[in-house]
């Protein structure tokens, strides 16, 4: 099969139905998961301008409960409680709504989707609850970065455009009492929701016919049926360009060249993510290396907040160091000079075979759900793609570019006391924003070429058969792979942990490479668990090996700017940043808090404390879904890992604190706290039992905390594993609520769980527990086990204990967590409450 035909293979079927649904099909082999995406093709920019927010408010609504579905028995709690994935999102002119489920319950996943869609409640009173969820959301937003930075970008627009209006919506925005609006959101509603204006994707191993049959013969997905809605675009132009200042807490210094752009062809959007896919380049000749190398700054990133019908803004986004602080006009000039290259003189026909070569790759690695996201954009790569249409749009794009004045735009925590202060009444959120000229600018005659080909994208090793006989490589064949496979190191410090700053340095130097793997179709992870690191790369089996050989040389000896790199990130980790949820931030420190403490943090970062933590170090590998003939390269290379081989072994935790609180952060406008519970023991039947218990509570634990208690969005609690320890972890983050209320919830929650427990649901659920044939949910589930010193075997008899629960088992283990007979490590911002907490 050709690398065209494969990409082709997963282009959608499309049709249009009868009732003017918009369909796109992919049929996928026996055994893979199923997903299902709906574009409602009206957004943020679509509400009533004395509604700010409606649209996004709409999104949420549709998930409590529907004519056939009331809110217990909706999309949500059936895919939470069959380990499936859903979310929505709400775009300026588009609405996503998509889940991806086991084959088996896709159908009565589809159905409550398109039942919600089409007919919900719009309870008043749930109305008023879920204003408060979007209250908190709102908080939170006005102090993320992102939509503060665009929310300044749209201050320097010159025409009145929706894109420097106010869509978030908030307590005050959204008039639930009122009638009036009342009435606003059921003709919003009516207005868009229906199959005029709306296009379904899926994924799935059933036959199209299956799918035709359950979509026009089922009463729950029929779907109003109108003509669509033709809506006027507003010009997009910023006439004399923009140098502001804004000033976020917490945030890093950072760069922003913001385009508005018009009038382009639909091929722009294709010409815009090759210059990302190079942008990302860390390569030498990139441009990624040039600015890095005059130390202003690591990376440039391409971001597209708003893109429809031909216009857009364009970001480039540069997070600074202290000399690009001071240099910014250069650095801006830099990017704007390469740019025009791109556009203008970069050799089109390596250019484009390269990009070719990228998305071929990427797609074959895709999951379902991943796949219907790509492809619902309908200027996406596709095989068919007429090249000199795309070599037109990026040349129509550079000559915008190059002819723009861009909004320049500095973000750091420090802002400015000088310039001129600009009025930001329209965006809805408090912004800290002058007007300031940049420095002084030295020209600079940049010479540019295209950075060094990817080796990954081609190379191929040398095929060899070889029996597997190391101890330290766990080797696992798997079927219908799709040309994808896992491997797993792991390096174990049993006595002598390294300084903790030396996971920094290598998290810094395997950063630069991340991109090229990812254009290689591979996924890589480093990940430090205190007492080991792991690296982990999936995706294209064949480049697997390639790169971890590759990689070998830089874990070994990183370059001497990792080191002052490693120390700077290391610093930073001890402080919550403000680029990042802070609950999300918690839950990577989980690993660290279940460790040993490890050597002071002021221990020396050098490539001598390197080596001697290689020297003190065993390793282990996992290698699933490989051809058999890379078995002999993979073991070659293996054969020079850093550290001493040697298999996987049970791990030996030291007695904890039953009750053990971590501080992280300050306290500030929100409150968050991480819950950590690990099991009493992980036999087979007490990980099967905590497991459905995790299930069975997920949607009960968001709908009483967030739905009911209106503590927050952030809210969720589900099983995870964190290094070697497994168990039940609860999240939230407040804006109302303090860390020992928080806490007060999830324990009265626990206190009274067991009275809402359902007989046949859990029976149910537990029913559906079963081996899945899905090469990413098997690589992680075995490689999970393995890190907690159990055989291949173990993730099949958790399966097989599953089959032969009953309640009073679940009753039992919920009794058990209730008493931490595992302990319960809490993080958060914010003291213990009271004294049976030790600090960790």
């Not at 390793?619 to 850093?642: V, Y």
Request: hydrophobic letters at 45%; proline letters at 6%; a negative charge.
């Amino acid at each position: 099969m050709t690398p065209d035909s494969a990409a082709a293979d997963l282009l959608p079927l499309r049709r249009v139905l009868p009732n003017g649904l918009r369909l796109g099909f992919i049929q996928l082999p026996v055994g893979s998961r199923a997903a299902a995406l709906v574009r409602v093709h009206a957004g943020a920019h679509d509400t009533p301008a004395e509604y700010p927010g409606l649209a996004h408010f709409l999104e949420h609504l549709l998930f409590l409960g529907s004519q056939a579905y009331a809110a217990n028995e909706s999309l949500m709690p059936f895919v939470q409680g069959r380990a499936g994935q859903l979310n929505a999102s709400t775009r300026e002119r588009h609405t996503d709504f998509f889940f991806q489920v086991s084959t088996d319950a896709f159908d009565e996943a589809l159905k409550r989707l398109l039942d919600m869609l089409a007919r919900p409640l719009l309870d008043e009173a749930a109305q008023l609850r879920e204003r408060e969820v979007l209250q908190a959301e709102f908080l939170a937003r006005g102090r993320d970065r992102e939509t503060l930075c665009d929310a300044a970008i749209g201050t320097a627009l010159t025409a009145p455009h929706p894109f420097s209006a106010f869509h978030a919506g908030n307590r005050d925005t959204l008039a639930v009492e009122t009638s009036d609006f009342q009435q606003a959101l059921k003709d919003y509603h009516r207005r868009f929701y229906h199959s005029g204006q709306m296009e379904l994707l899926v994924a799935t191993p059933c036959s199209l016919e299956q799918l035709l049959e359950l979509l026009q013969c089922t009463d729950e997905c029929q779907l109003p049926a109108a003509p669509s809605v033709v809506r006027r675009v507003a010009p997009l132009r910023v006439d004399d360009g923009a140098t502001l200042r804004l000033k976020v807490d917490g945030a890093p210094p950072a760069l922003n060249l913001a385009f508005a752009l018009d009038g382009l062809p639909e091929e722009t959007c294709v010409a815009l993510d090759v210059l990302g896919s190079w942008l990302a380049s860390q390569a030498d000749g990139s441009l990624g290396a040039a600015v890095r190398e005059a130390g202003w700054c690591d990376a440039v990133a391409l971001r597209v907040p708003y893109w429809h019908d031909g216009q857009g803004v364009v970001v480039l986004e540069m997070q600074l160091t202290k000399q690009g602080m001071v240099d910014r006009a250069q650095l801006g000039a830099a990017v704007r000079s390469w740019l025009q290259f791109m556009t203008a003189q970069a050799p089109w026909p390596e250019l484009w075979d390269e990009y070719v070569q990228i998305r071929q790759r990427g797609l074959r690695g895709k999951e379902p759900l991943a796949l219907l996201r790509y492809w619902v954009d309908p200027s996406a790569w596709a095989p068919s793609i007429d090249a000199k249409r795309v070599r037109q749009a990026l040349q129509a794009l550079g000559t915008q570019l190059d002819g723009a004045k861009p909004i320049v735009l500095t973000v750091d925590g420090l802002g400015c006391n000088k310039g001129k202060r600009i009025e930001a009444a329209r965006v809805g959120f408090a912004l800290d924003l002058v007007s300031e000229p940049l420095p002084a600018l030295h020209r600079h005659a940049w010479q540019w070429r295209l950075p060094e080909r990817n080796p990954w994208l081609s190379e191929r090793l040398h095929p060899q058969l070889a029996p597997v006989v190391a101890p330290s490589l766990c080797w696992l064949e798997h079927t219908d792979n799709a040309g994808q496979g896992a491997l797993y190191v792991r390096w174990r410090f049993s006595s002598g942990q390294p300084p903790a700053g030396l996971w920094y340095v290598l998290h810094a130097t395997l950063r630069m490479h991340v991109p090229a793997a990812a254009q290689a179709g591979v996924e890589l992870r480093f990940e430090d668990y205190g007492r080991s690191w792991c690296l982990m790369l999936f995706g294209h089996a064949e480049a697997l090996p390639l790169i971890l050989r590759d990689l070998l040389g830089v874990l070994r000896a990183p370059a001497t700017a990792a080191f002052d790199e490693g120390r700077r990130l290391h610093s930073e980790a001890a402080t919550s940043g403000a680029d990042e949820m802070l609950i999300r931030q918690m839950l990577r420190r989980i690993p660290l808090l279940l460790s040993p403490a490890l050597l002071a943090d002021g221990a020396t970062l050098d490539p001598q404390a390197l080596a001697r933590a290689w020297q003190r170090s065993n390793w282990d590998a996992l290698a699933i879904g490989l051809p058999a003939h890379l078995s002999g390269p993979l073991q070659t290379i293996l054969a020079d890992m850093p550290g001493q081989a040697e298999p996987g072994v049970k791990q030996q935790h030291a007695s904890a604190p039953r009750y053990r609180w971590s501080r992280f952060g300050e306290p500030g406008v929100e409150t968050a706290l991480v819950l950590f519970c690990p099991l009493p023991v992980r036999t087979a039947a007490v990980e099967a039992a905590w497991r459905l218990l995790a299930k069975l509570m997920e949607g009960a634990f968001f709908r009483r905390l967030r739905s009911e208690l209106q503590l927050g969005y952030a809210v969720f609690c589900g099983f995870r594993q964190f290094g070697d320890q497994a168990g039940i972890v609860f999240a939230v983050q407040s804006p109302c609520a303090s860390a020992d209320a928080i806490l007060e919830h999830i324990e009265s929650f626990l206190a009274t769980f067991a009275g809402g427990l359902d007989v046949s649901e859990a029976l149910n659920i537990g029913a559906l527990e079963r081996p899945n044939d899905d090469l990413r949910s098997r690589a992680e589930s075995v490689w999970q086990a393995r890190l907690a010193g159990f055989d291949v075997d173990h993730p099949a008899a958790v399966v097989a204990a599953s089959a032969a629960l009953g309640v009073r088992d679940i009753l039992a283990q919920l009794q058990a967590l209730r008493a931490a007979e595992g302990g319960w490590q809490v993080v958060a911002n914010a003291d213990a409450p009271d004294a049976r907490w030790q600090n960790g």
